[in-house]
């Protein structure tokens, strides 16, 4: 990379956000720097008393078709690429009058906004910028000599450096803002491509691009020796990454990545009827509704209150002082709801290394959208599971019906067991989970674990009876053999939630009968790995 001192001269403005614009204008033309703009940029910076000479004057054309064609000119990018120093590239320029463009600031058309507001189709193709990054990946690209600029946050920056290095930027500087440039519009066009892929309803398109803007640097990943850093894809669904956090430590990698699942499995249950998820590890190790969130709170922990010291809990409604007292007396690394009361705030504060985020909403658990993990040499990419199932989705298969009670909480027990590492196998009663067992190899070993979690909830609570005697029992998948049924119907269980599909099916609603449960198939599956 060439070192030399090039003092910035000229610059090309055209802004979509136009924060700090002004300010910055000021600043370059005081520097002596000549401005060179187009259409609402430029009047902006001449309505502030700015001289400003418009683009249309450099490049002998004027803005045309709606302002879509106006820097796409040899006279713009030519006095972009040139290399400074060339001798082939300075005698084109001199042949084509061609002058020297220094610094070139672009922010691109609000794409990425604009869907994200719900934009129709026209709107979205009218915010795909092309000469903005047409100009970013010039000066980019030139950034021996040219220095690129594409968002607000680096203006100070650029007038520090000119200020103390005789006008130029330093080659460190123009090098690590041009890797910004390719990322910002790498990233853009990953927005685009993925919008159409959604408007065409294609599930593999050939090409397969995702990016994201940075929120926070981590202290590491999951361990200390791993590096880290979370990123906003700019999809607007409320959860971890649009959320507010009001006090509280920073969120560490695995503090989002159990927030995200905590909040989700919460979403199930809607804003209707009170619910609490606490989460460990990415697993529900309670999940409980009530008449109130405080009674959904104390059903939620009484499943594993072992599990949920320095767990993350997520509530479906605005966090109440009733509650808040409860949460804070256990030691708890996070809480997510979609607001709190300024009594819940102000009592929550009294932990000061307790997170709290508040996001305006709830999920939809049915929304669409991809999900991705990488694997060596690639990556998966899926839909987000989405599937609900309702009473009316369920088929009969025991010679005993679910009775009206036992179906309200087999229907909450599969919510649940979604939102469970497989294989998953979930106990509930009365609206509550009493035992969870997750991420075993084997089926029987998660209802064995499942049940015994329930058992050591009651010795807590002083109870004679584990928990899961009298509950209902989810599986996320089918039982390949009656073992892991009659595990569960040795646990206490009554009637069974299971997609069904096994070759042995028979058996094991014939098992089933045989011990007088009641079990229903969804026909739908939700492993989660």
């Known amino acids: ?40 940029t430029a009047r902006a910076i001449a309505e502030a008393g700015i001289a400003v000479r418009d683009v249309a004057d450099l490049t002998g054309f004027p803005e045309m078709m709606d302002g879509r064609v106006k820097t796409l000119h040899p006279m713009v990018h030519g006095g972009i690429l040139a290399i400074r120093g060339d001798e082939a590239h300075e005698a084109a320029q001199s042949a084509h009058k061609i002058s020297n463009i220094d610094l070139v600031v672009v922010n691109l058309y609000p794409f990425e906004a604009t869907i994200a507001a719900g934009g129709d189709y026209d709107a979205a193709v009218e915010n795909i910028d092309i000469g903005g990054p047409a100009m970013i990946r010039a000066a980019a690209k030139n ?81 200390p020796h791993q590096n880290a850093a979370f990123y906003a894809n700019g999809q607007i669904r409320p959860g971890v990454a649009t959320a507010r956090q009001l006090q509280g430590k920073e969120l560490s990698y695995n503090n989002i990545n159990d927030t995200d699942a905590a909040f989700e ?42 599990s949920a010291f320095g767990g993350i809990v997520a ?42 985020l508040l996001t305006d909403g709830l999920p939809d658990p049915a929304e669409g959208g991809v999900v991705f993990k990488s694997v060596s040499g690639g990556m998966l990419v899926q839909s987000r599971d989405g599937g609900c199932i309702a009473e009316n989705d369920l088929k009969v298969v025991t010679k005993r019906t679910p009775s009206a009670a036992e179906l309200v909480d087999l229907i909450f027990a599969f919510r649940v067991a979604k939102h469970v590492k497989s294989n998953a196998i979930v106990y509930v009663k009365d609206g509550a989970t009493v035992g969870v067992g997750a991420g075993q190899m084997s089926r029987v070993d998660s ?16 109870l004679k ?7 209902v029992v989810a599986s996320d998948a089918f039982f390949p053999f009656a073992d ?26 014939k098992a089933a009968d045989e011990a007088g449960l009641a079990m229903v198939f969804t026909g739908m599956r939700h492993f989660r790995h």
């Not at 460190?172 to 890797?179: C, E, I, M, P, V």
């Not at 994201?212 to 981590?218: A, C, H, I, R, Y």
């Not at 009637?495 to 609603?509: H, K, L, N, T, Y």
Request: aromatic residues 6%; contains cysteine; proline residues 4%.
């Open 143 to 223: 950034h021996a000599s040219v220095t690129t600029v594409v968002e607000p946050a680096d203006y100070q920056l650029i007038i520090d450096e000119i200020t103390a290095n005789d006008g130029a930027t330093l080659p460190g500087t123009r090098q690590r803002l041009a890797a910004k440039a390719y990322a910002r519009t790498g990233a853009y066009d990953a927005a685009i491509s993925n919008w159409f892929a959604e408007e065409l309803k294609t599930d593999a398109p050939v090409f397969r691009a995702f990016g994201g803007k940075l929120v926070q640097s981590l202290r590491y990943g999951e361990n």
């Open 465 to 471: 009876t584990p928990l899961a005697q009298g509950s």
């Open 484 to 509: 892991g049924l009659l595990q569960a119907a040795e646990a206490g269980a009554t009637a069974i939630i299971q997609p069904g599909g096994s070759m042995r099916d028979d058996e094991v609603i």
């Open 265 to 306: 499995c919460v979403a199930e249950f809607g804003a209707a009827r009170p619910a609490v998820a606490i989460i460990k590890h990415a697993n529900p190790c309670g999940v409980g509704t009530g008449g109130s969130l405080l009674e959904a709170y104390e059903k939620a922990l009484r499943c594993d209150p072992v």
């Open 1 to 40: 990379m060439q070192s030399a001192h090039y003092p910035i001269k000229r610059a090309l403005l055209s802004v979509s956000d136009k924060t700090g614009l002004i300010e910055f204008a000021k600043a370059l033309a005081s520097a002596g720097v000549e401005l060179v703009s187009t259409g609402g």
């Open 315 to 356: 509530l479906n409604q605005p966090i109440d002082g009733e509650v808040a007292k409860a949460i804070i007396e256990v030691f708890t690394e996070v809480i997510i709801a979609p607001g709190a009361s300024e009594e819940a705030i102000e009592l929550i504060a009294g932990k000061k290394n307790l997170r709290l």
């Open 447 to 462: 209802a064995r674990i499942a049940a015994r979690k329930s058992g050591d909830a009651a010795e807590t609570a002083g």
